[in-house]
């Protein structure tokens, strides 16, 4: 068993925290929270889907274990601690075998909700049977499994899918990006607050401008009608609404690849056009590549895979690789070297020599 890492905590609320309203439901309370920590929504989402299962699990564990059951069996976060946590991911672990990355986004969770909800910090977690992370050979399409699977992607969609494979992005980089941070002129996509919240620049494939400046031309359009009939606002990363009341309105900060509805924004209430939604362009992937008869478990983010790969074996350099993908280390953009048509140096198999 290997302890967990557990940042250093303080056992009250910082000054910056904020405390929850008491007469809210539990769940409300962590939300409120989770909105003044200004956490994502799908992180939100997350973070309140692992606390539900917290909670359950050990409702269930007593239920199992046939001890006194008050309160229904149910217990509040507060009146446990470590070892509850410890035992529930372990539990992850070892009995659902979930990946590391799945435990380790329930035990930061965890963190938050003791360390930002509750006020006190968790100490080390030493009990925790970690997931162990093992070296997977990513997906990648060859150039001309690509290029049939855009050929059965519909029309509709196919500029985005070119621009995913063109540009290396990750699929929400795509759909979250703004007008402002396509620049026609020098040829460029700026990335704004990527994996690790960081900034990244990539390239614009030239072959796609005619079509990503008519896409321009559509946003334009649909932000002008938005605008005549009342609406237009977008959300804004962070305190921008704040610092930029009127930003939200312009053209600039919409998004490049907008939904064709109007619909509501829950964190405020207000009607706004969101981006395309991820689900119904995986959905879109998955019909493309059964129409295209591929047997890879091909998702949207082989397309990133394929690009890196694509440009190694066309003999761009590895660092030069690393920075259009975002790598905060070279090592991780090495994989690719195992699924080039070329790994390493060329070795042919000794039947072809």
């Known amino acids: ?17 904020m405390v929850p309203n008491p007469k809210l439901k539990f769940a ?4 409120e929270v989770m909105r003044f920590r200004r956490l994502a929504l799908r992180s939100e989402q997350a973070y309140l889907d692992w606390i539900k299962r917290f909670i359950v699990f050990h409702r269930e564990k007593a ?15 507060k009146d446990m601690g470590e070892r509850e946590v410890e035992a529930f991911l372990t539990h992850l672990a070892v009995q659902l075998k979930v ?23 968790l100490g080390v977690l030493e009990g925790v049977e970690r997931a162990q992370r093992l070296p997977r050979v990513p997906v990648v399409l060859s ?5 049939r699977l855009l050929a059965a992607v519909p029309d509709k969609h196919r500029l985005f899918f070119q621009f995913l494979y063109g540009t290396g992005l990750r699929l929400m980089e795509g759909l979250r990006l703004r007008v402002k941070d396509v620049d026609f002129e020098r040829n460029q996509i700026i990335v704004r607050g990527g994996k ?16 990503l400046e008519a896409q321009l031309q559509k946003v334009k359009m649909w ?53 395309l939604h991820d689900t119904s362009i995986q959905k879109v992937m ?68």
């Open 196 to 211: 690790g919240d960081k900034d990244r620049v990539t390239m614009l494939p030239d072959s796609l401008k005619g079509g």
């Open 28 to 31: 409300e309370q962590c939300r």
């Open 63 to 77: 239920e199992g274990e046939q001890r006194k059951m008050e309160n229904g069996g149910w217990r509040h976060p």
């Open 223 to 275: 932000h002008r009608q938005d605008l005549a009939d009342g609406l237009g606002a977008v959300e804004l990363p962070g305190a921008l609404k704040l610092k930029y009341p009127n930003a939200e309105r312009e053209l600039g900060w919409q998004w490049f690849w907008p939904a064709s509805t109007i619909s509501v924004d829950p964190a405020d209430g207000r009607r706004k056009r969101y981006h």
């Open 286 to 353: 998955l019909a493309a590549v059964r129409l295209c008869g591929l047997t890879k478990p091909a998702t949207c983010h082989t397309l990133r895979h394929s690009f890196a790969t694509h440009l190694l074996e066309n003999g761009y350099d590895i660092r030069t690789v690393q920075d259009l993908l975002g790598h905060k280390d070279v090592t991780t953009t090495q994989i690719y070297t195992h699924v080039m048509q070329k790994p390493g140096l060329g070795v042919r198999s000794p039947l072809d020599a």
């Open 99 to 121: 990946s590391a990355s799945t435990q380790n986004q329930a035990l930061n969770a965890l963190v938050f909700l003791y360390r930002h909800v509750l006020g006190r910090g």
């Open 143 to 147: 150039k001309a499994e690509v290029q």
């Open 1 to 17: 068993m290997n302890a967990a890492r557990v940042p250093p905590q303080r056992s009250h609320f910082p000054l910056e925290a």
